[in-house]
């Protein structure tokens, strides 16, 4: 299976930016997408982005579009959400995510805060 663990959360001003990073070890040969997840508080948890691991194809949700970078380093099997602009809405637990393209199973990392305050 494969593990996956965030870092780069925190509390953060209106307006600034903030880079999460999501490590991923075990069994990520065979590696489809990774992507980032987001759960506030009261709400359903809602796609943010992902990346195509081969090629590095990009997609964003429409809430983060403009503002938001995803990038990944595959020496290192890790992905990178950069989100600038931050807004009070963005506050939420962020959950980095994984896909295999063989057995199509999802993987979870145990989820990160980010809190943006006014």
């Known amino acids: 299976q494969v593990q996956l663990v965030e870092s780069g959360g925190g509390l953060v001003q209106t307006g600034r930016s903030l880079t999460l990073s999501c490590a991923a070890s075990?069994?990520?040969?065979?590696?489809?997408?990774m992507g980032w997840f987001r759960q506030a508080p009261g709400k359903e948890r809602e796609f943010v982005a992902a990346i195509i691991w081969s090629g590095g194809r990009p997609y964003y949700a429409d809430s983060v579009k403009g503002r938001c970078t995803i990038s990944r380093n595959v020496a290192k099997d890790t992905v990178y959400l950069q989100l600038n602009n931050l807004k009070p809405e963005d506050t939420a637990v962020y959950y980095c995510n994984t896909r295999s393209r063989v057995t199509r199973s999802n993987y979870w990392g145990q989820g990160i805060q980010v809190t943006v305050s006014s």
């Open positions: 075990g069994r990520t040969f065979s590696t489809n997408t």
